[in-house]
């Protein structure tokens, strides 16, 4: 079973414009989560999809957005880019909302963003 | 709120050593907890966790014990590797969410 494959794997970006990752959840998996990776803060969590339906957001800006198709595919959006959202961006599937322990999270190898 | 610590890093062994990577944890309710592991260049790969109280996560010779009393979930392997050289994430969630409250990381170096 294919795992979780997030596009692109690098990108470089100028500070104002926006940017658009992709996660493609395994096979089955309806929950999509999004986390940010950075040497000063860590793993951040930015915000879940079930179903098509944002169900849990972490304290970033409104700056970030994401959504999810009926799929389960799901982009994240950073508008406005600033130096600081250079991160990898990673994408994590489940099978479900409310089921932690049966299914714990897996995540794909991430998008690492760099903005100039 | 919720919030996970462990020890820093980084961590140098020589192969076949103990490993101890402590993890301490503050929650409301009944977290779950989880260890990561994350290689180079790659994503995070769940290696282990426990669902409740005196749980015990194994896997791939690494243990973890939840230990509720001391709100602690401190990983163990008896003899490492090279290849276990990697970067380890303690985690836990609450309240049947997917969100991960993850600690700072800590980087593990084997030396032959």
């Known amino acids: 079973k294919a795992g979780v494959t997030q596009t692109p794997r690098y990108l470089i970006k100028t500070r104002g414009q926006q940017v658009t990752l992709s996660c493609s959840p395994i096979?089955?998996?309806?929950?999509v989560s999004w986390y940010q990776q950075t040497p000063g803060q860590g793993l951040q969590f930015l915000f879940e999809?079930?179903?098509?339906?944002?169900?849990n957001k972490g304290n970033f800006p409104g700056r970030f957005s994401g959504r999810q198709f009926s799929n389960s595919r799901s982009e994240m959006n950073v508008s406005t880019l600033e130096l600081g959202d250079s991160a990898l961006y990673l994408c994590?599937?489940?099978?479900?909302?409310?089921?932690?322990?049966?299914?714990?999270?897996?995540f794909g190898n991430g998008t690492r963003l760099t903005v100039t | 709120g919720n919030s996970v610590t462990q020890m820093e890093g980084p961590v140098t062994l020589s192969e076949e050593a103990f490993l101890t990577i402590n993890c301490t944890y503050t929650?409301?309710?009944?977290?779950?907890l989880f260890w990561y592991v994350q290689y180079p260049g790659e994503g995070l790969q769940l290696l282990l966790k426990?669902?409740?109280?005196?749980d015990k996560g194994s896997n791939k010779g690494f243990e973890a014990t939840y230990r509720k009393e001391t709100t602690s979930f401190h990983l163990e392997k008896g003899s490492v590797q090279v290849s276990d050289s990697a970067v380890y994430f303690c985690?836990?969630?609450?309240?049947?969410?997917?969100?991960?409250?993850f600690g700072q990381g800590t980087r593990l170096t084997i030396n032959p």
């Open positions: 096979s089955g998996h309806r929950s």
């Open positions: 426990a669902t409740k109280a005196d």
């Open positions: 929650a409301t309710g009944y977290p779950s």
């Open positions: 999809y079930f179903s098509e339906t944002q169900r």
């Open positions: 985690a836990l969630n609450s309240q049947g969410a997917q969100k991960l409250v």
């Open positions: 994590a599937s489940s099978l479900g909302f409310g089921q932690p322990n049966n299914s714990p999270l897996h």
